[in-house]
């Protein structure tokens, strides 16, 4: 399959670490011009330098996600250097953990703001492009859309308001020809999913230690999650096999989900 996205142009929010790396790397390795927007320059270079090893060379753009200036920022990059997007992935958001009575409205704003809004205004940004080409919109979202969690209530609520929006919209895409699908991941090895083990360990009076062992102990799971894994679902959703795959959400878990399919 090598080249399978040789020529399409892959825009990923929260594309300079973790699943959203992951997910650039692998599409680079298919030949796809991968374009990165997330918050911090220094990752954003680090993140290129390792992707351009792999494949084409990534266009970076660096802004704040949870502005619609930023959000605008990266179109007008995208329209200026190639008038075309083939696959959005909104993977952009860190909502925090913690014990409810703790969490300020702030952190309650800031968890909707990037994710939820970030999310809804790159693909109503992207959609005139989206349709032109065709193309694919795969949101990044997590388990705890469908499985509420009393340590994660920021996080669960954001989930869920971006599946049901996910949901919505794939009806939109079948009448403009774009495909509108979800990834749930699970537990998923990134730096972003140790911080948040670092607050629910603080919120429960537990360790990190505890809390892996625990997770993986209570539904059984053999380990815990790669951004390869998800990366790999990604590209099959955004290609021609998965074509007919519409408005579904997928969950990435190793079978940790106990909620509905």
């Known amino acids: 399959m090598a080249g399978e996205f040789a020529g399409k142009i892959v825009v990923i929010s929260g594309g300079s670490r973790g699943i959203g790396r992951g997910i650039a790397t692998a599409f680079a390795r ?19 330098k390792a992707i351009a090893a792999e494949g084409p060379e990534p266009l970076t753009v660096a802004g704040d996600l949870r502005t619609l200036e930023a ?18 992935i ?27 809004f970030g999310c809804v205004r790159l693909t109503r940004l992207f959609w005139p492009l989206l349709k032109a080409a065709q193309g694919s919109v795969v949101n990044i979202v997590g388990g705890a859309a469908r499985t509420p969690d009393a340590e994660f209530l920021i996080g669960g609520s954001v989930n869920a308001a971006v599946a049901n929006f996910s949901k919505g919209l794939s009806k ?15 537990n998923t090895d990134t730096e972003r999913q140790e911080m948040l083990r670092q607050q629910r360990a603080a919120a429960l009076g537990k360790t990190v230690d505890e809390l892996r062992a625990e997770a993986l102990a209570k539904n059984n799971m053999r380990r815990f999650g790669k951004p390869e894994d998800i990366a790999a679902l990604a590209l099959f959703l955004c290609s021609d096999r998965g074509r007919h795959v519409q408005g579904t959400a997928i969950a990435v878990d190793g079978g940790a989900t106990p909620g509905h399919y």
């Open 172 to 186: 939109l895409g079948n009448r403009d020809n774009v495909n509108v699908n979800v990834i749930h991941p699970g």
């Open 30 to 48: 298919e030949g796809a011009q991968t374009v990165l927007a997330s918050s911090s320059e220094q990752n954003l270079a680090a993140a290129a």
């Open 90 to 116: 909104n993977n952009a958001g860190a909502t925090r953990a913690g014990a409810f009575v703790d969490l300020p409205d702030a952190a309650w704003l800031d968890g909707f703001a990037l994710k939820f």
């Open 71 to 88: 959000c605008e920022r990266v179109l007008a990059r995208v329209k200026e250097r190639f008038q075309r997007c083939d696959v959005l």
